[in-house]
């Protein structure tokens, strides 16, 4: 029997006039989901409009709140919450904000929030909506806090390839490669992983995957769980992080994109993902070590030799204009290490700007990734967030670490079938 559509409820201003409506129902309909508009009447729309206070003009703002009260009320049901405007619109900037935390606090339901433009497509909101349809299909696994059994996570990113193997809530086998070819890569993890363990592949009970390439690398080894990285690498966050319990703020600066996910008691609540370049993304600091001429694993040490390097003039809102800007500095005489911290300060900078701005940061404020081993990024974002972050054991192997929590979900399973 197939499984029912997810009901995502669609919480919008502008989808239809800038041409994205289709995209968005396309996206929803390719990941088992079915966007809505929720029913209002005026009454309504006139109620929440006086019980929110906020001044709006846009009579499609009015509606928008209108139909989020609807829902937090429980007048409506629906499974998830997509809420997105149009990036030039300043008024629905702050609506849309407003919103997401208004249902977070009140209701359980995930939301995804989201900034679009006339060329958003279908392809950019499929990770966004796969993750709302995976946390309304699998609560019950995505509340799991222990590991058994024998399992292994591959996490097939844009920049590298991670594989984990737990045994019995611990891990005892882990790989690392540079994405080059997809499968090659996800086979070297897993051989380096099975010879740090002393395992065979025909030891492990059940296989997770994700990342960019889960569904290559889930197919090529018959894996059990196929899941967006959006929730599976929260849920290696908080895992590694223990904390699985109570809220917690989870930033991953990938190789392509950013993420950041507000988690309650170990499940996603509201999430954002993206950027306006690469300059916002570990790519720029892969740059900057290249220009500087030390590995990457080596761009963290150096930059804690500089105070901070805010005084450095550094512009990574574009990758080229940031290596320009890098270009600049050096030119001026500015100190290798100050360049280096410039440029954690800017990543850091653009993702609070950027992302941190659609989730609610509570602490503990959890750094994963491999980013999250530049020292320098993990200083800058705590002194742009006032906190201090945690970065786990093991933090850059969180999607394979999730993947192989959620996949030990699926041995009992295996065992009845």
């Known amino acids: 029997m197939s499984e029912q559509p997810v009901r995502i409820a669609q919480i919008t201003c502008g989808a239809e006039y800038s041409g994205i409506q289709n995209e968005i129902t396309t996206a929803a309909e390719t990941v088992g989901g079915k966007m809505f508009y929720p029913d209002v009447a005026l009454k309504d729309v006139k109620r929440a409009y006086k ?28 499974d998830g919450i997509f809420i997105a405007s149009c990036f030039r619109c300043a008024e629905a900037a702050i609506v849309r904000n407003e919103l997401r935390r208004y249902i977070v606090e009140n209701s359980r339901i995930p939301v995804v929030s989201y900034s679009f433009n006339e060329r958003t497509g279908s392809s950019t909101l499929l990770t966004r909506l796969e993750a709302l349809t995976t946390i309304a299909r699998r609560r019950s696994l995505m509340a799991r806090e222990v590991q058994v059994g024998t399992t292994m996570g591959v996490d097939s990113g844009s920049s590298t390839t991670k594989c984990i193997i737990m045994q019995d809530d611990e891990i005892i086998g882990t790989g690392w490669r540079p994405t080059t070819e997809v499968l090659k890569s996800a086979d070297e993890v897993v051989a380096l992983a099975l010879e740090e363990s002393g395992l065979k592949i025909s030891d492990i009970e059940a296989i997770g995957t994700t990342g960019y390439g889960r569904f290559l690398v889930g197919k090529h080894l018959n894996a059990d769980l196929v899941q967006e990285e959006l929730t599976v690498n929260s849920k290696g966050a908080v895992y590694l992080a223990n904390a699985q319990k109570g809220f917690a703020t989870v930033i991953d600066i990938g190789g392509m994109d950013n993420k950041a996910i507000s988690v309650n008691d170990g499940i996603p609540g509201s999430f954002t993902m993206g950027g306006i370049c690469a300059g916002a993304s570990g790519r720029f600091l892969e740059m900057t070590a290249k220009r500087l001429d030390v590995d990457i694993t080596e761009l963290g040490a150096l930059s804690m030799k500089s105070a901070g390097g805010e005084d450095v003039p550094m512009n990574s809102y574009c990758i080229v204009f940031g290596t320009q800007s890098l270009v600049n500095a050096l030119a001026a005489g500015y100190k290798r290490e100050d360049v280096a911290a410039a440029a954690c300060h800017s990543v850091a900078q653009q993702v609070y700007e950027q992302q941190l701005q659609e989730v609610d940061i509570k602490e503990p404020v959890i750094m994963v990734g491999g980013s999250s081993l530049i020292q320098g990024l993990v200083r800058a974002m705590g002194r742009m967030l006032n906190t201090e972050v945690v970065v786990p054991h093991h933090s850059q192997y969180i999607g394979a670490t999730g993947g192989a929590l959620l996949a030990s979900g699926f041995i009992d399973q295996k065992k009845e079938a």
Do not use: Y
């Open 51 to 78: 019980d929110f206070g906020l001044p709006v003009k846009s009579p499609d703002l009015k509606l928008a709140i209108a139909r989020a009260q609807a829902i937090v009320e429980g007048r409506i049901e629906a």
